[in-house]
């Protein structure tokens, strides 16, 4: 019965995958047309808006060495 249900695991997944890809890849690393990269300036955490899906401004401190937004420099 566990192989069986692991079967139609793999294949409902591999659906997902497909379906993702046919969308034009995965959705984790789409452009979201927000292009901005920042750095830390205390530990070199960067933040990028694209990957994060939202802009620099959403962020409040660093998640790393929680200082605040001020301590950001725009990188190209």
Do not use: W
């Amino acid at each position: 019965m566990g192989s069986l249900l692991e079967e139609m695991h793999k294949m409902r997944l591999k659906e997902k995958i497909d379906e993702l890809e046919s969308m034009g890849g995965n959705p984790h690393v789409a452009d979201h047309g927000l292009g901005g990269v920042y750095r830390c300036k205390v530990c070199g955490y960067i933040f990028d808006e694209n990957k994060e899906g939202r802009p620099f401004t959403t962020l409040s401190h660093c998640p790393i060495c929680h200082v605040g937004q001020q301590q950001f420099e725009k990188i190209e």
